[in-house]
């Protein structure tokens, strides 16, 4: 069984891969402030007391504070990697 600590740490990797694949790890956390949203709307009120994730409002500030840290700005090669891309295809 995966527990709340397993899905933070998959949370907290998932993020540290996407920066380093020079994607926007900001726009990756606003996909939990949507799933919060979204839960909120259906007037669901799970909180994760019982549940093996985390609340996806709760995973939204969790991956908002590590985007702060991990993101593509940290990876010197993705300022160049589009333009390398863009040279390549062309």
């Given at each position: ?42 007037g669901s009120t799970k909180k994760d007391l019982m ?18 840290d991990e993101n593509l700005k940290k990876y010197s ?14």
């Open positions: 069984a995966h527990s709340r600590s397993n899905e933070t740490e998959a949370d907290e990797l998932g993020c540290k891969l996407a920066a380093m694949a020079c994607y926007d790890t900001k726009k990756g956390a606003k996909v939990f402030w949507r799933m919060h949203e979204y839960d909120e709307s259906q549940s093996s994730h985390p609340a996806s409002e709760g995973r939204f500030a969790f991956i908002q504070e590590i985007a702060d090669y993705c300022n160049t990697l589009g333009k390398r891309i863009r040279r390549a295809l062309t």
